[in-house]
Structure formats: C-alpha cells, structure tokens
C-alpha cells in the first residue's frame, strides 16, 4: 500500500488500519473496564460486531490490515500503533508491559509501508492516536496525558510534527485515553465529555472551540463510548449513542452509524479505538 497523494476526491483518499480479532480476548486487566471481565469475551461476536464494523468503513474508505499475532489480544486496537500526520508516524511506547509486545509489528508496518517514523524517547509513553487527536477545523492537535502518554507527550509531538498542541489532563480512569472522551469532527466539531477532564481542561476546551461547535455529552452517553467515533465524511460511526446525542449530530450535519462493539467495550475500547486513520493530514486539509 502506499499512502502517496491522490488525485481522487477526499472522501475517496482516507485509509484506515484494522487488524482482526483472530488472538482477541480479555486476558489481564490494565483499564476499569477490563476488572471482571477477563475470559469473558465471546469470540464469534467479536468477530461479527469487528467485521461490522469495517464493512461500515468501507462504506467510505478503504481498510488495510495488519496480521495479527497470537498472545497479544488487544493489538486489534489499531488507534493505538502510533500517531500518523502527513508521512511521519511516531510508533506508541506502551505504558502497559502486557502491550509492550506490540510495538514491533507495528513499527515493522509502518517501515513497509513507506512512512517516515520519527524519533521518540524509549523512556516516554505514548499510545498513538488513542491519545492525539487532530482538530478538524484549525490546525490543534488535541493530547490527551495522564493514564496512558506522559506528561511530557504534548511538548514533543508539538516538536515532532510542528503543529499547535493542547495538552489535555485526563482525570477519570475509565476515560483513560483521550479518543474514549473526545471526538474532533469534519467542520471543527467536537464532541466530548466534560467529566473526563480537569477544570483547567475544561476552560482550555471551550476557549478553543467556538461554543456552538460543541457537542457536550453526558455520562451515560460517554459510558457507551460514544466519542469514540469514527468520523467519516460526515458520517459518525460508534458504538451507540442516546436519541438526543444522534439528533444533535444530526442537527450538526453528520450521520450517526450505530454499530455494537459490547464484546470490545469490554476490553475498554470500541470503534476508534478499532481503527487508525493514516492520511490524516490530506482530509484535515481538505476541510
Ligand atoms: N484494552 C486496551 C487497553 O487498555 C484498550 C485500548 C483502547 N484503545 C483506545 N484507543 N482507546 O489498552
């Protein structure tokens, strides 16, 4: 595959990583979601709610895969590979051991796949677009610190990809990365629950945004992931979401496409967690 410049439309340019649920399961516990939950996931659902999912992606883009490994069940979460603008990548430094084993493959991917992988501290986590995430109506990227990337995550991505950076402090540990309690969308929305963040974290959003392209969510909402949304050309694929929350989305111009991920949920993850976009920089543009 090559992620080279297209001519084609921007909806037509977008291409996403996933890998299959093959070695999937809930087998240690490293996120509130996961406590009780270990052996309990059901694999044939997993298999159908994953491919679900990436037959409603592929309604919009296209998916490319990365083999999966049997002993790490939770590589299936592509956003956490690395963080990708433009050809540079910076491959994720897991904070867990249990997803150290990970960052191989995926530094192997990126390698054969042409891109530019930049250089990152061995001592700093970071776990890739699970916690950076690009605004998608000013040149802002999002960093999400605290459980997962380091404190200092923010002033070096800022270095490595020359873009403004706004860290974010996440404070409630079931919201541990920043894609599970905020969401960027095309035109310069952004979805996302205040309760995850600190007040400082608060202010800093809502200074950044313009109030009227903000869609604050409650906690029963946030509880079914639904920040973590694939946003594609309007269309907002997630797990699920209130009657309230897809009509003030609808209102705003986007589609919700509700597709259960429960056996992932029980993981801590669901829809983009399950996906890594990797031309990112070519659809903010396009906006
Ligand atoms: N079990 C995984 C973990 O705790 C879930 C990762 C979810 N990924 C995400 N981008 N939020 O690391």
Same mark, same amino acid.
């Given at each position: 595959?090559?992620?080279?410049?297209?001519? @084609?439309?921007?909806?037509?340019? @977008?291409?996403?990583?996933?890998?299959?649920?093959?070695?999937?399961?809930?087998?240690?516990?490293?996120?509130?979601?996961?406590?009780?939950?270990?052996?309990?996931?059901?694999?044939?659902?997993?298999?159908?709610?994953?491919? $679900?999912?990436?037959?409603?992606?592929?309604? @919009?883009?296209?998916? =490319?895969?990365?083999?999966?490994?049997?002993?790490?069940?939770?590589?299936?979460?592509?956003?956490?590979?690395?963080?990708?603008?433009?050809?540079?990548?910076? =491959?994720?430094?897991?904070?867990?051991?249990?997803?150290?084993?990970?960052?191989?493959?995926?530094?192997?991917?990126?390698?054969?796949?042409?891109?530019?992988?930049?250089?990152?501290?061995?001592?700093?986590?970071?776990?890739?677009?699970?916690?950076?995430?690009?605004?998608?109506?000013?040149?802002?990227?999002? =960093?999400?610190? $605290?459980? +997962?990337?380091?404190?200092?995550?923010?002033?070096?991505?800022?270095?490595?990809?020359?873009?403004?950076?706004?860290?974010? @402090?996440?404070?409630?540990?079931?919201?541990?990365?920043?894609?599970?309690?905020?969401?960027?969308?095309? &035109?310069?929305? =952004?979805?996302?629950?205040?309760?995850?963040?600190?007040?400082? &974290?608060?202010?800093?959003?809502?200074?950044?945004?313009?109030?009227?392209?903000?869609?604050?969510?409650?906690?029963?909402?946030?509880?079914?992931?639904?920040?973590?949304?694939?946003?594609?050309?309007?269309?907002?694929?997630? *797990?699920?979401?209130?009657?309230?929350?897809?009509? +003030?989305? +609808?209102?705003?111009?986007?589609?919700?496409?509700?597709?259960?991920?429960?056996?992932?949920?029980?993981?801590?993850?669901?829809?983009?967690?399950?996906?890594?976009?990797?031309?990112?920089?070519?659809?903010?543009?396009? *906006?």
């Amino acid at each position: 595959m090559s992620h080279q410049v297209s001519s @084609q439309p921007a909806s037509s340019r @977008q291409s996403i990583l996933m890998c299959a649920p093959d070695y999937f399961g809930i087998d240690y516990v490293i996120n509130p979601w996961m406590e009780g939950n270990c052996g309990k996931s059901d694999h044939a659902l997993a298999v159908e709610q994953w491919s $679900g999912l990436k037959r409603a992606l592929e309604t @919009q883009t296209d998916v =490319v895969l990365i083999s999966p490994q049997p002993g790490l069940p939770d590589q299936v979460f592509t956003a956490n590979a690395g963080m990708v603008l433009e050809e540079k990548v910076v =491959v994720s430094r897991f904070k867990a051991p249990e997803r150290q084993g990970e960052e191989p493959f995926f530094h192997d991917w990126f390698a054969q796949h042409d891109f530019d992988i930049a250089a990152w501290p061995a001592d700093v986590s970071f776990e890739g677009a699970g916690d950076a995430l690009l605004d998608r109506g000013q040149p802002v990227l999002w =960093v999400g610190y $605290g459980f +997962r990337s380091a404190r200092t995550t923010p002033s070096l991505l800022e270095k490595t990809f020359h873009r403004r950076t706004i860290g974010l @402090q996440l404070v409630d540990p079931r919201f541990y990365h920043l894609d599970t309690c905020l969401c960027p969308l095309e &035109g310069g929305y =952004v979805m996302y629950f205040p309760g995850a963040f600190d007040a400082a &974290g608060q202010r800093t959003i809502a200074d950044t945004v313009p109030a009227e392209k903000l869609i604050e969510v409650d906690a029963s909402d946030a509880e079914q992931f639904c920040c973590n949304a694939v946003d594609l050309n309007r269309q907002v694929f997630m *797990n699920g979401a209130s009657e309230a929350l897809q009509a +003030r989305l +609808r209102e705003a111009g986007f589609t919700p496409g509700i597709t259960p991920l429960s056996e992932f949920m029980k993981a801590g993850g669901s829809a983009k967690c399950l996906t890594l976009k990797l031309r990112e920089e070519l659809i903010f543009s396009a *906006n």
